[in-house]
């Protein structure tokens, strides 16, 4: 059975809908205190837990969704992480600091037999996990979310880290060039993108990205884009975090369209990761 976390109710119907599956009866329930519960009576033998680790809260509660169905009595346990929360920090940037993913992946290798994950930041994560674990690639969905007649499109990247997003899009689209900017990060929220030397006037751009978070970057790259005189410009992003005023800065930078993925459920997931991760179900 499927077994969502409260963070991706949407995206688990999604697979039921693709795998015939059934869903399980889930509680959420939160203490005075914080602390949160999950009770699933009945995930059959076979549990596969759905849950994207957008928050601490949604790290703890897949954790209990892992020991609840265990304690249940499923005998084989899949974990299905859509967005694995804290991957970007895959390895010690200054001394004293940890490798947060590391440490996540050996946390939830303890409630499962296997895991699969969708676009990690870094595929290499998986090697942190206990368990064997596969990132899939969930970017070409995104192309279902542009329009068909896009003129002389060109798939951009944010950074050189980025092509591969913007490929898997341009491929699954089926027509178009792929390039990428230049970017230098200044701060957790702020970043310098030196545009590249694709000519953009006249043309429907598509920056695509793995994740958005604060919007820096994508709103750094729709300004320069705007000032190079695009037809259009659309965002397409596998993760849509949308941290703080993201949506804000990307609307005042003038993007025309945002399509993001179910990975992380919000407004603008208008494609669903559901059939890539069904195939490797
Ligand atoms: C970083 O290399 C990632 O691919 C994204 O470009 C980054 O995480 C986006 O973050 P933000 O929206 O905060 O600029």
């Given at each position: 059975?499927?077994?969502p976390?409260?963070?991706?109710?949407?995206?688990?119907a999604?697979?039921?809908?693709?795998?015939?599956?059934?869903?399980?009866?889930?509680?959420?329930?939160?203490?005075p205190?914080?602390?949160?519960?999950?009770?699933?009576?009945?995930?059959?033998?076979?549990?596969?837990?759905?849950?994207s680790?957008?928050?601490?809260?949604?790290?703890?509660?897949?954790?209990?969704?892992?020991d609840?169905?265990?304690e249940?009595?499923?005998?084989?346990?899949?974990?299905?992480?859509?967005?694995?929360?804290?991957?970007?920090?895959?390895?010690?940037?200054?001394?004293?600091?940890?490798?947060?993913?590391r440490?996540?992946?050996?946390?939830?290798?303890?409630?499962?037999?296997?895991?699969?994950?969708?676009d990690p930041?870094?595929?290499?994560?998986?090697?942190?996990f206990?368990?064997?674990?596969?990132?899939?690639?969930g970017?070409?969905q995104?192309?279902d979310?542009l329009?068909?007649?896009?003129?002389?499109?060109?798939?951009?990247?944010?950074?050189?880290?980025?092509?591969?997003?913007?490929?898997?899009?341009?491929?699954?689209?089926?027509?178009?060039?792929v390039?990428?900017?230049?970017?230098?990060?200044l701060?957790?929220?702020?970043?310098?993108?030196?545009?590249?030397?694709?000519?953009v006037?006249?043309?429907?751009?598509?920056?695509?990205?793995?994740?958005?978070?604060?919007?820096?970057?994508?709103?750094?790259?729709?300004?320069v884009?705007?000032?190079?005189?695009?037809?259009?410009?659309?965002?397409v992003?596998?993760?849509g975090l949308?941290?703080?005023?993201?949506?804000?800065?990307?609307?005042?930078?003038?993007?025309?369209?945002?399509?993001?993925?179910?990975?992380?459920?919000?407004?603008?997931?208008?494609?669903?990761?559901?059939?890539?991760?069904?195939?490797?179900?």
């Amino acid at each position: 059975m499927l077994v969502p976390g409260s963070a991706s109710q949407g995206l688990a119907a999604a697979l039921a809908a693709e795998t015939g599956r059934e869903i399980a009866a889930v509680e959420y329930h939160r203490f005075p205190d914080g602390e949160t519960k999950v009770e699933v009576p009945d995930p059959g033998e076979s549990a596969v837990v759905v849950g994207s680790t957008v928050s601490d809260r949604a790290h703890v509660e897949l954790l209990q969704l892992q020991d609840a169905v265990r304690e249940a009595g499923a005998g084989d346990v899949t974990t299905v992480l859509p967005y694995m929360g804290y991957a970007r920090q895959d390895r010690a940037f200054e001394p004293g600091e940890p490798v947060s993913a590391r440490a996540v992946a050996r946390a939830i290798s303890t409630g499962t037999d296997r895991v699969l994950t969708v676009d990690p930041h870094e595929p290499a994560v998986c090697d942190y996990f206990d368990v064997p674990a596969s990132g899939l690639s969930g970017a070409g969905q995104l192309a279902d979310g542009l329009p068909p007649n896009l003129d002389e499109p060109l798939f951009l990247a944010p950074d050189e880290g980025g092509v591969a997003v913007a490929a898997a899009v341009r491929d699954a689209y089926g027509v178009g060039e792929v390039d990428y900017f230049e970017k230098t990060r200044l701060s957790g929220d702020a970043v310098d993108i030196e545009p590249s030397d694709a000519a953009v006037a006249g043309r429907d751009i598509v920056v695509a990205d793995d994740i958005v978070a604060t919007g820096s970057t994508m709103s750094e790259a729709i300004t320069v884009l705007s000032d190079r005189d695009a037809a259009g410009v659309s965002v397409v992003c596998v993760h849509g975090l949308f941290v703080g005023n993201a949506r804000t800065k990307l609307a005042r930078a003038g993007v025309d369209r945002i399509v993001a993925t179910d990975t992380i459920e919000g407004p603008a997931s208008e494609v669903s990761v559901a059939p890539v991760v069904a195939a490797a179900l």
